[in-house]
């Protein structure tokens, strides 16, 4: 049931102190050859999403580098972010960085999976950038993300 292995790897997550949603209950029905499932997790205060963020101000360079240093925390614990995207990764009014949507996670050795999902990361980006007003993310932005990836 995906609701409750996302669960378990939030709380593999929660227990090495990255900051992940922290799981509160877990839910699934069987209907015949289908079910449906829910997971509920402790709302983040105060936080929106690195797309909301950008659609509001520019980000500033420290801000870059800590996504950049929060995504190569995930990795370097070996999670691969099936859907690592401007959507899924939260700032809160301190600018600290949650990452959330687990649910296609898992735990996975080293390897070039990490440069897919920085891809994706780049690709959904750029993509957004197409609806905001120039500057919100640049090439510059990128090399900020990606000196934190690589200093963390």
């Known amino acids: 049931m995906r609701a409750f292995a996302e669960w378990r790897l939030l709380q593999y997550l929660a227990e090495r102190g990255l900051r992940v949603p922290k799981p509160v209950a877990a839910w699934y029905q069987r209907a015949g050859m289908t079910y449906r499932c829910d997971l509920i997790t402790r709302r983040i205060a105060g936080a929106q999403s690195l797309s909301a963020a950008l659609a509001s101000d520019p980000l ?16 370097r614990h ?19 960085v949650t990452l959330i949507d687990f649910d296609r996670g898992r735990l996975r050795m080293p390897g070039a999976w990490t440069s897919s999902n920085l891809r994706r990361l780049q690709r959904s980006l750029a993509k957004i950038s197409l609806s905001l007003p120039p500057g919100r993310f640049t090439s510059a932005a990128w090399q900020y993300l990606s000196a934190g990836y690589q200093a963390e």
Do not use: F, K, V
């Not at 500033?60 to 990795?75: D, S």
């Open 78 to 96: 070996g999670i691969d972010h099936a859907d690592l995207n401007a959507h899924n990764i939260l700032l809160d009014g301190n600018q600290d």
């Open 60 to 75: 500033p360079e420290n801000t870059w580098r800590a996504i950049g240093a929060a995504i190569a925390r995930l990795h």
